[in-house]
């Protein structure tokens, strides 16, 4: 049974930053490219970040230069540093694993950035 559990959500204000993580289970974890998506209400699931197993990375252009995606293949963990969070970050993030077109998603963290 695969699952991949988020954490590391919460309030934060602007300028400020949160890491986020996500721990898998059920998965060659080191084969798998990891993402972060997000969610903001009424709007599209958009790509926020990429790793694939060769530990490349790609971001999505609202967050370059700002987050940051890494993995850890020894603990099957993938995280996301981000900094100078906006109030426009504010959504529900959600992690994903994919291997050759099989895809699984966490069940998601909400992050707020408010004052």
């Known amino acids: 049974q695969v699952q991949l559990v988020e954490s590391g959500g919460g309030l934060v204000q602007p300028g400020g930053s949160l890491r986020l993580a996500c721990a898998a289970s059920?998965?060659?974890?080191?084969?798998?490219?990891m993402g972060w998506y997000r969610q903001a209400p009424g709007k599209q699931r958009e790509l926020v970040a990429v790793i694939n197993s060769s530990e490349n990375t790609a971001y999505g252009d609202s967050v370059k230069g700002r987050f940051s995606i890494s993995r850890d293949n020894a603990k099957n963990t993938v995280y996301l540093q981000m900094n100078s969070l906006k109030p426009e970050d504010t959504a529900v993030y959600y992690c994903?694993?994919?291997?050759?077109?099989?895809?699984?998603w966490g069940q998601g963290t909400q992050v707020t950035v408010s004052s």
């Open positions: 994903n694993a994919n291997w050759r077109g099989t895809a699984h």
């Open positions: 059920g998965i060659t974890f080191r084969l798998y490219a």
